[in-house]
């Protein structure tokens, strides 16, 4: 099986080459050409020793400079090592908690005078320059001599030729890196427990358009704006603030109602390749003891689909800023801590509670408020400001279940179904004819994780289902949204719990539901949208 991923990784390779030639420079010139290549290319890097050496060789600053770094901003930012300030786009680094000066972090000639914004999460920092162009910095819990930049992100496998950042304002994107060494671990949307991959999951979500998109680049992922993490309400809600870390995304909108969402692309179902995902329940089987044994046994629990849905935060009862911050404070999903620079009882600081706690406290700093005030309201007006429906009605046949190759033999066989549109079935011979069932959504919003949809019956009865789906494994870059040219996702069908136990007071679902549905709530899908169509195997 090993040997079939390494080969499926060649093709994804060769697929990224023969689209997107490493040569073409990316709209904007393309960043600074004097770091081409990084030890960020090569992960997970080396475990977190926080040790200090090459410290004593930077140059101390010596001008005004954040007295504290409590929240991660586009100006400060920290780990559980170090902390980093932006100060006249001069990038600053001291130990953290320890009584040292400011000192100019090592920053290659052809960035100096040009970082505009900065982000760090685990062992790598980010950073843009004035153009939007997004550098690497690795090895950031360790000590400055090994710290390293590079330009390089995105297909194939971290060796493209850079991301140029579609939106890169203050508080609208950060970085987020979970590792084997330091998060080590996330959950699925069971509760259940899987070990972080050998490549860390590393992403950069940030707002985009109205605030109502939340797109991430990837670095082994094309360099294109098409991968988006759903927002809230079905994609709908509008951020004015978005933090990340250990794949926690944090936002919040201009009534200061806040979500969080534990989400990265390699857990969300995307990657078939290096995961083993399943939409059964999985209660029974164990949980694998490292990533490797999950991938490669089926005796151990897979990674449960859906992907986990946002969960709305309590309000914060006092002033706020749009300021936001989210970090992670141990080992696990659920080690993470959020902040909100706010005022309370006339002082300032910032407000703050671990990701499941039901209230938040109030720690004064009595610095400078950053970010812009939020007008927080004590009711939830998280409704107030939706963006409009997606604009797609899209329809269906359901395909006859007696194919050859169908949605659950693919996820069964060794097939890396998620990088394998459905509409190469069609191209093969293997089409499916028409089962008699057709499946309509009414505003088919492609990054969703779940929407609801209706079946129709040969007879015309209407089923209420939901929809689920997951962008596929993609090589060569595309359009965000739907176009006219096909987006692959894979999915599943789901009749609601208490519809399903209570099916036999309907005879439409219980004959779906035992024709179609094989006696089954829950059923695998592969899909292929465009603006105009809808296919589904």
């Known amino acids: ?28 010139g393309g960043p600074a050409g004097c770091v081409p290549f990084g030890t960020a290319q090569l992960p997970p890097g080396v475990p977190s020793f926080g040790g200090h050496e090459g410290l004593a060789g930077l140059p101390a600053f010596a001008g005004d400079a954040p007295r504290s770094v409590e929240l991660r901003t586009q100006t400060t930012q920290f780990n559980n090592y170090w902390e980093f300030a932006l100060v006249d786009h001069a990038l600053l680094a001291r130990p953290r908690g320890a009584a040292e000066p400011w000192r100019y972090a090592p920053l290659p000639d052809c960035l100096r005078g040009k970082l505009a914004g900065i982000s760090v999460d685990d062992d790598e920092l980010a950073a843009v320059d004035d153009a939007g162009w997004l550098y690497t910095m690795d090895n950031v819990t360790q000590g400055p001599l090994w710290w390293n930049w590079t330009s390089a992100f995105g297909a194939p496998l971290w060796a493209g030729t850079g991301k140029r950042m579609p939106a890169s304002a203050p508080g609208t994107w950060a970085l987020s890196v979970s590792s084997p060494f330091n998060n080590q671990t996330y959950t699925d949307v069971a509760g259940r427990v899987h070990n972080s991959g050998w490549a860390k999951m590393t992403m950069v979500p940030m707002l985009t358009g109205d605030g109502s998109r939340i797109t991430y680049a990837d670095p082994w992922l094309p360099n294109d704006d098409s991968y988006e993490i759903g927002g809230p309400l079905g994609g709908r809600f509008r951020s004015v603030a978005l933090s990340s870390a250990g794949s926690t995304t944090f936002v919040m909108n201009a009534y200061g109602d806040m979500y969080t969402r534990n989400f990265d692309f390699d857990g969300s179902g995307s990657d ?50 749009s300021a936001i911050s989210v970090h992670a404070t141990g080992i696990g999903p659920g080690r993470r801590e959020l902040r909100v620079a706010g005022r309370d009882g006339g002082r300032t600081g910032f407000w703050h509670k671990n990701l499941s706690d039901a209230a938040w406290a109030f720690t004064a700093t009595d610095a400078e408020l950053p970010g812009d005030a939020i007008a927080n309201k004590a009711q939830d007006r998280s409704a107030d400001t939706l963006a409009p429906r997606a604009p797609w009605r899209l329809a269906a046949d359901l395909p006859a279940r007696d194919t050859l190759i169908e949605g659950q033999t693919l996820i069964n066989s060794v097939v890396p179904y998620s990088i394998i549109d459905p509409r190469v079935f069609d191209q093969l011979g293997q089409s499916a004819r028409p089962s008699g069932y057709r499946l309509t959504v009414e505003h088919f919003d492609p990054v969703a994780t779940t929407r609801r949809a209706t079946v129709t019956t040969p007879d015309g009865a209407a089923i209420p289902v939901l929809l689920h789906t997951a962008d596929g494994l993609r090589g060569a870059t595309r359009g965000p949204g739907l176009d006219g040219n096909p987006r692959h996702l894979v999915g599943a069908i789901e009749i ?40 589904v195997r």
């Open 1 to 28: 099986m090993m040997m079939r991923r390494t080969l499926v990784c060649a093709a994804l390779v060769a697929g990224s080459l023969a689209t997107a030639p490493l040569a073409a420079a990316e709209p904007g």
């Open 272 to 321: 078939s390749v290096f995961f083993r995902y399943s939409w059964d329940d999985q209660t029974g089987k164990p949980s694998a003891p490292n990533a490797a044994a999950e991938l490669l046994s089926p005796e151990y629990a897979a990674i449960q689909l859906p992907a986990p849905d946002w969960v709305r935060q309590p309000k914060i009862p006092g002033e706020i800023t």
């Open 496 to 535: 609601d719990r208490d519809a399903y136990d209570s099916r036999a007071a309907d005879p439409a679902l219980d004959e779906f539901v035992r024709n179609w549905m094989h006696g089954k709530r829950i059923i695998p899908l592969s899909l292929s949208a465009t603006d105009h169509d809808l296919i």
